[in-house]
């Protein structure tokens, strides 16, 4: 039987996805051994940092990870980034196979007045710094003013508003962050709007995620009917079926929607952001408007408009993703998940999407290559395998059983670090 070494670069849902589809290439002719690469000292990615946490049923893909993980076939090296600790060239020489499969966490920006200034934040990092990413646990979030606004049409927009104009107490009972909820319950938010540049029918949110809103207890859901009725005349019968499931579920929240609460969450379409003002904070967002410019004061202005992977030396990027044709990026190298086709999809989308290239590497490989072990090149590195993080992940879970939540997250690299049992090459 021949046996290949193949290195994953990241430990996301596209990179488990990856490894999964090459267990499934495996047969009985040739089978892989997988080493993943992580540069936190946590798996897992987005379904760690990026999921709303109060959609827990998301995050159960993390069950399919760990079966994954306990494979004899599978080492993680996470504590170790690529392009410092080891290079791309290293890699290739000592694998038959390397995966990129790192995402995008740069958030993109608007190129408008304004963006800079406190209170105009990125959901690359708000987002992370509410699912209590140790890189961002110290971001400024300035929660003073009553009202926020989010820019974007997608599922993240969707989620950082929703968290915004929640009831902070429906917190309490999930994996967020302790300083967010603190931060939360101290909020003055009431009013949150969703601003979108285009028409109705081009918003990029999926419909489960639209019809969960009016389940919301304490928020207030607005859609003006007449919006959706104007997108529905538009795209007419040769809507697709995403577009219409969507202007179903909208013109769903706009006929029923609720005004008893506090809290308030309201869509906006057709809004350009032109600028953001204030000096040395936040004070309001101008939108360009079919009826003319538009100013909405707030305090809080998040940007959710896509994400850009994150430059590694010695991977080609270009566009805020990697150079790759199908999947093939430069001599042994492959590439999976957004870094490859950009942020779109769902999670479940990187499942066919690395399933699809694992097929094209498993027909270019012929015979592996007798190569070094990588650990002779960590020798003195700090680095977590999966035994560390099975016990970074059983403290978390232990800690959260007297608080009833699923776990409860450490802040910081030295808090995650210490329940690891360290192991030193």
């Given amino acids: 039987m021949s046996r290949f070494k193949v290195a994953i670069i990241g430990a996301g849902p596209a990179g488990y996805f990856a490894a999964q589809a090459l267990n499934n290439l495996a047969d009985q002719d040739r089978s892989f051994d997988i080493d993943m690469f992580e540069r936190l000292p946590t798996p897992w990615g987005l379904v760690r940092s990026g999921v709303a946490p109060d959609h827990p049923k998301i995050k159960t893909v993390s069950k399919v990870f760990e079966k994954i993980a306990?494979?004899?076939n599978f080492r993680l090296f996470a504590n170790v980034e690529i392009g410092k600790d080891l290079s791309v060239d290293q890699l290739q020489e000592r694998y038959d196979a390397v995966i990129v499969a790192t995402g995008s966490s740069l958030g993109k920006t608007?190129?408008?007045?304004?963006?800079?200034?406190?209170?105009?934040?990125?959901?690359a990092s708000f987002v992370p710094w509410y699912n209590a990413h140790p890189d961002f646990a110290d971001v400024d979030v300035p929660l003073d003013s009553q009202t926020a606004v989010v820019i974007g049409g997608g599922n993240v927009a969707m989620d950082v508003a929703r968290i915004l104009a929640l009831e902070p107490s429906e917190l309490d009972p999930t994996d967020t962050a302790d300083h967010a909820i603190?931060?939360?319950?101290?909020?003055?938010?009431r009013k949150v709007y969703i601003a979108i540049r285009r028409g109705a029918e081009f918003a990029a949110f999926t419909s489960p995620e639209l019809r969960d809103l009016p389940k919301l207890?304490?928020?207030?859901?607005?859609i003006d009917e007449n919006e959706i009725a104007a997108a529905i005349a538009r795209v007419g019968d040769s809507a697709e079926k995403d577009v219409k499931s969507n202007l179903d579920a909208m013109l769903f929240i706009a006929q029923n929607q609720k005004t008893e609460h506090e809290r308030t969450i309201e869509f906006l379409f057709s809004h350009t952001p032109k600028e953001i003002q204030g000096s040395s904070h936040v004070e309001g967002v101008v939108f360009s408007t079919p009826t003319g410019d538009k100013t909405i004061k707030s305090g809080l202005v998040v940007t959710a408009i896509g994400y850009n992977a994150l430059d590694i030396p010695g991977i080609p990027f270009e566009n805020g993703k990697v150079v790759n044709v199908d999947g093939r990026v430069k001599g042994n190298m492959y590439v999976v998940g957004?870094?490859?086709?950009?942020?779109?999809?769902?999670?479940g989308t990187n499942k066919s999407d690395a399933t699809s290239v694992i097929e094209l590497l498993g027909k270019d490989l012929s015979a592996p290559k007798n190569k070094d072990d990588i650990s002779d090149l960590l020798k003195g590195k700090t680095v977590v395998t999966q035994k560390d993080w099975e016990a970074i992940n059983a403290a978390e879970i232990a800690a959260g059983e007297p608080l009833s939540k699923p776990r409860?997250?450490?802040?910081?690299?030295?808090?995650?670090?210490?329940h690891a049992e360290i192991y030193h090459f």
């Fill in 70 to 72: 306990t494979g004899e």
């Fill in 110 to 123: 608007l190129g408008i007045p304004g963006e800079n200034i406190r209170g105009s934040l990125s959901a």
């Fill in 182 to 189: 603190d931060a939360f319950k101290k909020s003055g938010i």
């Fill in 217 to 222: 207890e304490h928020t207030n859901v607005i």
């Fill in 338 to 347: 957004w870094a490859k086709r950009g942020p779109s999809g769902v999670i």
């Fill in 408 to 418: 409860r997250k450490g802040l910081s690299w030295n808090e995650l670090m210490a």
